[in-house]
């Protein structure tokens, strides 16, 4: 400021005390802008020029306007002066163009200062561009994936709701495209996340930043939702298609040369759904089913798909509390040797009596649901027990009683202890591994897990029989079969039908038994339903049948009756 108040210039103490004023006007980090009652700019201090870009020279008589933006409307100017007239002071936000061109963001303080009947503007700004910057930073990584910088989940809905009030507007349709990759789990687990990670960045580099007038958002893992955007574009299903031929290439990541094909489930906006939430969701079960068909491929949603998955979903969040409240039962099915017609053996197949899903659920719709849950070892353990428990019944009460066998998932001998397990258990109703057979299936045996083959070496050894279990269905080769610990094969139920028209069937079912037969391996038909199907494996000598034609499986009590007959293969000599 180089005009001293005439007042002033008499008075040095007042001089110095004004001085004092003048450098810290100049040295606050502030920028201040002083004007006179006619908005004339008549004083500014460093920080405004080095803020700004104008020397004082620039400004000085010139009306703050210089610094518009024009990012402010003309209600934000009458508010302005509106709090500037009646209260004296106004603050908030301002977008101000530097003299460079480039406009920053203030918070400005303006008070109205009377001095002498004269009235001043004081404006001081500060900058709070940076402020601003980490505010959208902070803001684009809510609605972004950190990784690969695509919109998340949150930036999805959004989108997709705008996309869905613009459609219903105009009458047109949407589709969502759900998509997975078919093998990211197995590249994630053998190579490690950081080349899982690079993966997903140059798919997202080299695949979805090509397709840029789709929409494409991360889910999170490997799950992707893409919306087309349609205008002028031809049809949706070539589309969906375009993405699965972009992925039939390689990725070079990290020195190695990637595949990954995807599966793609579609649903549309209005005809499957008309919500966003159930668009995605009706696709993802879209998707499931196009992995089920082999991956690689594009679903469209249809609603019996969604039954399903409602079905999956209710028996998820039932089966937990089945498994602590007893709801879990185990029946037994009994087997007979087919040249003597005498109980050979009995299987244990576990129930699940479930009011709110219409009864008994079946172990072929739960099984596989309950491994991909991580609980199929906590079943396993509960069905041993409950049959521990019945066998030593049984012993105690004076009856005896065949081999029993039990179902075993892989993946109970994949993630735990279940020799440990089966061991401890048995032993503490006092029974014997000789007691027991385990079957297990030739699909999961011919995966050749070291772990697997290792365990059922071990139980043989102890003395556990061991069955493949749905033998045929899982094309083994002879070789490999001897190299097994088994003694005994399940012929699967499919073989059985249509044994009599001219099918392969009876030539694969005496091929099977002849087998056996040549290796010393014992073979048992199961889902044998009628008297000729029976006096079939008779002619082909099949040593034993299993059925409903002898008996469905049969609470505990039910089965008793058989307990009381002629047995065959007993626990002190087997059958075979
Ligand atoms: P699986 O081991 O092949 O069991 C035979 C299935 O065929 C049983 O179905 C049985 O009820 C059915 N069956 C028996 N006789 C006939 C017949 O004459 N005709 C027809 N059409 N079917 C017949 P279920 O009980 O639904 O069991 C399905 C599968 O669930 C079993 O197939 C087995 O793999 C699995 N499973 C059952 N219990 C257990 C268990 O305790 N643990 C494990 N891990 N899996 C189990
Ligand atoms: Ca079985
Ligand atoms: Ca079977």
Known sequence: MNKYPDSLASNPELEKRYRLLGEVFEATHDS??????????????????????????????ENPRLLSSGNHDRSFYQAFWQDLIEKGSWEGEVWNKAKAGHLYLGWLRVSTLRIEKEVYYVGITTDITELHHSRQELEYSAYHDVLTKLPNRLQLYKTLDAMLETANKKNTQVAVLFLDLDNFKHINDSLGHEVGDELLTQICDQVFNENEQDFVARLGGDEFVIIPKLSGRVDFADIAEGYIKSFARSFQVQGNELYSSVSIGVSFFPSDANTSQELVRYADIAMFKAKAKGKNRVEYFKPYMAYAANKR??????????????????????????????????????????????????????????????????????????????????????????????????????????????????????LKPNMFEVEITESALMLGKKKVLDTLAQLRDLGVVIAIDDFGTGYSSLSYLAKMPVQRLKIDK?????????????????????????????????????????????????????????????????????????????????AF
């Open 313 to 430: 979903q209710q028996i998820e969040s039932k089966f937990r509390q089945a498994l602590s409240v007893g709801a879990i039962d185990i029946f037994f099915q009994p087997q007979f040797s087919v040249s003597t017609n005498v109980l050979s053996g009995v299987e244990v197949l576990v129930r699940w009596y479930e009011a709110e899903l219409d009864g008994w659920v079946v172990p072929g719709e739960f099984i596989p649901i309950v491994e991909g849950m991580g609980l199929i070892q906590e079943l396993g353990e509960l069905v041993l027990t409950k049959l521990c428990a019945q066998m030593k019944t049984w012993l105690n009460e004076g009856k005896r009683f065949p081999l029993v066998s039990i179902n075993v998932s892989i993946f109970q001998i994949e993630r735990g202890d279940f020799l440990e397990n089966f061991v401890r258990i048995i032993e503490s109703y006092d």
């Open 494 to 574: 499919m073989f059985l039908q249509n044994l009599d028209v001219a099918s392969n069937n009876a030539v694969l079912v005496r091929m099977i038994i002849a087998l056996g037969n040549t290796l010393g391996i014992n073979v048992i038909a199961e889902g044998v339903e009628t008297q000729a199907q029976l006096e079939f494996l008779q002619s082909a000598g099949c040593a034993q049948s299993q059925g409903f034609y002898h008996s469905r499986a049969l609470p505990a009590e039910d089965f008793e009756r058989y307990l009381s007959q002629e047995m065959d293969g007993v626990i002190e000599e087997k």
């Open 32 to 61: 201040v802008m002083i004007t006179d009652a006619h908005c004339n700019i008549i004083a500014v201090n460093k920080a405004f020029t080095k803020i700004s870009g104008y020397l004082p020279a620039e400004v000085i008589g």
